[in-house]
């Protein structure tokens, strides 16, 4: 049981905008910076944002990133069909002394 | 280019022991903390250990304590995971992953698959 939630899947139409929220706790999202990877089916995740919103060199802006207190939320805008994935956010857990992701959040195109 | 290659996957019976490998090029390996993070076959993503860059430093997930080992040869440009007393529960896809800094993985091997069976 990852100590970070996030909703099992979301989706929306091509165009629209989704929202993935990853809830946490003070020893996790609540000091820490937070990623987030996208996992396409088969393939190795990859680097959407670090430090909470920052983005890799390569990432389009309709992924964006923030943090509130203990949540994170990941935003993709402009939905495309190619965005179906699997998305996890990820933190240090200072009170595990180890890093955990979300639970994962699979994004349907309808 | 930066490549992250693993290797040392396979099947085995509970119990036994497997070294993972992972190769490194692209990037200088002896400046980077790495990271090895697993995937059970249909499950999410799991962390399971890290290194610093001198090996001095080296965090585990608890489920792993006292079974796996995380090392690295910088002069080889490798990163190592030594696994002993496996279980059904350890089968997964292993990834190595270079931290780009405060948990960001910006690069990932293909995974090599680790499957645990009797």
């Known amino acids: 049981q990852s100590v970070l939630t996030q909703p099992p899947s979301v989706s929306a139409a091509p165009g629209q905008k989704v929202t993935i929220s990853c809830s946490g706790s003070s020893s996790n999202i609540g000091n820490n910076y937070v990623s987030w990877y996208q996992q396409l089916p088969g393939t190795a995740p990859k680097l959407l944002i670090f430090n909470n919103n920052k983005r890799p060199s390569g990432i389009p802006d309709r992924f964006s990133g923030s943090k509130s207190g203990t949540s994170a939320t990941l935003d993709i805008t402009a939905l495309q069909t190619g965005d179906e994935a699997d998305y996890y956010c990820?933190?240090?857990?200072?009170?595990?002394?180890?890093?955990?992701f979300g639970t994962g959040t699979k994004v349907t195109v309808l | 280019e930066v490549q992250l290659v693993e290797s040392g996957g396979g099947l085995v019976q509970p119990g036994v022991s497997l070294r993972l490998s992972c190769a490194a090029s692209?990037?200088?390996?002896?400046?980077?903390?790495m990271t090895w993070v697993r995937q059970a076959p249909g499950k999410g993503l799991e962390w399971v250990a890290n290194i610093n860059q001198d090996g001095r430093t080296i965090n585990y997930i608890d489920s792993v304590k006292g079974r796996f080992t995380i090392s690295r040869d910088n002069a080889k440009n490798s990163l190592f995971l030594q696994m002993h007393t496996l279980r059904a529960e350890d089968t997964a896809v292993y990834y190595c992953a270079r931290d780009q800094g405060w948990g960001a993985y910006d690069y990932w091997g293909q995974g090599t698959l680790v499957t645990v069976s009797s």
């Open positions: 692209g990037f200088t390996f002896s400046n980077s903390w």
């Open positions: 990820e933190a240090n857990d200072n009170s595990l002394t180890a890093y955990v």
